[in-house]
């Protein structure tokens, strides 16, 4: 699971319903270093509560707007990619009252002259 595919899926638009739940539970399967996942449609359509066929327009949709990738495979289930930016910094650590407190001092009294 990663935690990253999970937080860029919920900043993801998806024009229906369906097709955010796809996502996130692609998202969920995802692989934490290249972000790929292979259940078969059956599978997501159990777990989404969806037909097979509502799987699959849920996927064109996905694709289409460039937020995963498909590779079919023969004998297996497809392997998908999700377009996670890997690039992205991570979170920020956290800064101290003190320091805080210096950085506003400073930029007031920048502004201040």
């Not at 024009?15 to 790929?36: C, D, E, Q, R, W």
């Not at 259940?39 to 969806?50: A, D, V």
């Amino acid at each position: 699971m990663s935690t990253q595919a999970i937080n860029w899926a919920r900043e993801k638009y998806c024009p229906t319903p369906s097709s955010k739940l796809v996502l996130f539970i692609l998202a969920n399967y995802a692989k934490k270093g290249n972000h790929t996942c292979y259940p078969s449609e059956k599978h997501l359509g159990k777990i989404c509560g969806l037909s097979d066929r509502q799987v699959r327009r849920c996927i064109a949709t996905l694709i289409k707007l460039n937020y995963v990738t498909v590779q079919k495979r023969k004998g297996f289930s497809n392997l998908y990619t999700l377009g996670v930016d890997t690039g992205v910094q991570g979170v920020r650590p956290p800064v101290s009252s003190n320091t805080l407190n210096k950085q506003i001092r400073s930029r007031l009294n920048a502004i201040a002259g």
